[in-house]
């Protein structure tokens, strides 16, 4: 089964409903935001704080790396949460 089909509508054989294909598109949507910010915050905040890769990250490259990542969640939050109260 793809990301594309459901066990739902793959038994029944019947167009999903408009509502079923909304809930979907909206979980993959997610799914790909997900993804996306998981790549660019760690890419951000490796190369802000490892200057020196090695086999093993320093504390102070453990700790810079756990404060970028909050820092950024919070940054990301702080927008969304001002983009959905601009739209009501």
Known sequence: ????????LSSSGSSPSPEAMM?????QLAQAYAQEFLETV???CFD???TK???SLSGSESSCISR???R???ATGIV???LFSSQR
């Open 68 to 70: 970028c990542v909050d």
């Open 23 to 27: 809930e979907q598109i909206k979980a």
């Open 1 to 8: 089964m793809d990301s594309f089909s459901s066990p739902s």
């Open 42 to 44: 760690g890419s951000k």
């Open 48 to 50: 802000k704080c490892v």
């Open 53 to 55: 890769p090695g086999s």
């Open 80 to 82: 969304s949460r001002a």
């Open 72 to 74: 950024y969640i919070e």
